[in-house]
């Protein structure tokens, strides 16, 4: 059974950093790509960040807007996938999720993400 489990929100002020985490269960984790996305109020999910499989060593792509800011990472001893945010500003509030894409798309439960002084 696959499960994505999201971790690591929460209340920043503007500038702030927060690192989120996504545990993995349920398939062969460094077979496949993981990614980020994120759902503001009103808005459509938007792909945040993604990482290849670990034979593709690993590659990284990051929305512009999160470019430079942004970092995502995987650790395959720990079937987690990893999102480092700095610089945070009001603009990325929304609820984050992790996705994998195996036969079917998985989804994880999200987590919130509030950047607001």
């Known amino acids: 059974q696959v499960q994505l489990v999201e971790s690591g929100g929460g209340l920043v002020q503007p500038g702030g950093s927060l690192r989120l985490s996504c545990a993995a269960s349920?398939?062969?984790?460094?077979?496949?790509?993981m990614s980020w996305y994120r759902q503001a109020p009103g808005k459509e999910r938007e792909l945040v960040a993604s990482?290849?499989?670990?034979?593709?060593?690993?590659?990284?792509n990051y929305a512009v807007s999160v470019k430079g800011r942004f970092t995502i990472s995987r650790d395959n001893a720990k079937n987690t996938v990893y999102l480092q945010m700095g610089s945070l500003k009001p603009e990325d509030t929304a609820v984050y999720y992790c996705y994998a894409k195996l036969i079917h798309d998985y989804w994880g439960q999200g987590t919130q993400v509030t950047v607001s002084s």
């Open positions: 349920g398939f062969a984790f460094s077979s496949y790509a």
């Open positions: 990482i290849s499989r670990a034979s593709l060593g690993g590659s990284t």
